[in-house]
């Protein structure tokens, strides 16, 4: 069993990471109160199932909020309609993104217990606009899944990225990659092989962080 943090409200009432992210909030929604219950909730709930079940690799509250949450939803507004995030992990962007803009949003990995907190979330957040694949993508390509925007987050390379979101997306939607600022785009010969086009990509830092972040959008056009 691994470690958690002893108290862990009062780890989360003295948090630098969300005060920061907090501050986040206040600017982009207005439900701020509400959306920051959920999202401790989901701290004390993250750090009883990574105790048991591996996840993620982040330890501290400060991370969790700004390296899961604040990561997760600052690009939001490039999300629309149903949202299908490819190689979700332990839930990340699947459920911030879920709690923050309403949208439903399927986490979608090929390790089922690390779905566990998604379920969780299902039930104790009652978040039914949230929903979870035991499959790998390719399975759910052949039951002809399509979705509005279809995301990952930590999976792979950006041509193997691309290779498995773009048969998931309808035609004109969009693949959103959240990156490094070191990551080059995909190549020409993926992007061609699987009929999407290179809309923006996007460079920032994290708000009241060092931390910097670029985003690829493809849209799906065949």
């Not at 207005?30 to 690799?57: G, H, P, Q, R």
């Not at 925007?149 to 048969?167: E, F, G, H």
């Not at 080059?184 to 972040?213: M, N, Q, W």
């Amino acid at each position: 069993m691994r470690e958690q943090p002893a108290d862990i409200k009062s780890e989360i009432e003295k948090s630098n990471g969300r005060k920061i992210f907090i501050d986040f909030l206040r600017t982009q929604f207005d439900n701020t109160d509400e959306l920051i219950e959920k999202f401790d909730k989901l701290t004390e709930m993250y750090f009883e199932v990574n105790s048991v079940i591996n996840i993620s690799a982040l330890r501290t509250v400060d991370d969790v909020y700004i390296k899961h949450y604040l990561d997760s939803i600052y690009p939001h507004e490039y999300f629309s309609g149903c949202v299908c995030d490819v190689g979700c992990g332990g839930g990340f962007p699947t459920i911030p993104l879920a709690i923050a803009t309403n949208l439903p949003i399927t986490g979608v990995d090929s390790v089922g217990k690390k779905l566990l907190l998604i379920k969780r979330c299902q039930s104790e957040l009652q978040l039914k606009n949230l929903k979870s694949d035991y499959a790998r993508s390719e399975e759910l390509t052949k039951l002809h899944r399509e979705y509005d925007t279809v995301c990952a987050r930590a999976l792979a390379d950006i041509d193997k990225a691309v290779t498995l979101c773009s048969p998931l997306a309808k035609k004109d939607g969009k693949i959103v990659l959240y990156r490094s600022q070191s990551d080059e785009p995909a190549k020409k010969s993926t992007t061609e092989k699987h009929g999407v086009i290179l809309s923006e990509g996007i460079d920032y830092f994290l708000p009241g962080t060092d931390i910097k972040r670029r985003i690829y959008i493809y849209r799906k056009r065949v």
